[in-house]
């Protein structure tokens, strides 16, 4: 069973950066996809970024590869979230999640992925 734990946020000023980390338990198979999302108040769950586990592979949201950067580390089990020129419109919990069934590229929809972890809040001040 795959469990996804992400640290890292916290709160930061406009203009900073922040590196998540999402943490994987059990086997990540090499085909497997995994996501960052974010969720603002009241909002619609958000595509970030995906990458594919063995090769690395990423997709980006629309607007997103200017300042997110996704990638991982195999050995450590690993996704990061690097992000740079935050705004207080990055303010939201930022979850990670893995698709275990990709085709192609990461998926966008937030439907392709069965596990969650459990967040970790981003505050961005003006």
């Known amino acids: 069973q795959v469990q996804l734990v992400e640290s890292g946020g916290g709160l930061v000023q406009s203009g900073g950066s922040l590196r998540l980390s999402c943490v994987a338990s059990?086997?990540?198979?090499?085909?497997?996809?995994l996501g960052w999302f974010r969720q603002a108040p009241g909002m619609e769950r958000e595509f970030i970024a995906g990458?594919?586990?063995?090769?690395?592979?990423?997709t980006y949201g629309d607007s997103m590869k200017d300042r997110f950067s996704v990638s991982n580390d195999n050995d450590k089990n690993t996704m990061y979230l690097q992000m740079d020129n935050l705004s207080p419109e990055d303010t939201a919990v930022y979850y990670c999640?893995?698709?275990?069934?990709?085709?192609?590229?990461?998926?966008?929809?937030?439907?392709?992925?069965?596990?969650w972890g459990q967040g970790t809040q981003v505050t961005v001040s003006s």
């Open positions: 999640a893995v698709d275990f069934y990709p085709v192609g590229a990461p998926h966008k929809l937030r439907t392709s992925y069965a596990i």
């Open positions: 990458i594919k586990w063995g090769t690395g592979f990423t």
């Open positions: 059990g086997r990540i198979l090499s085909h497997y996809a």
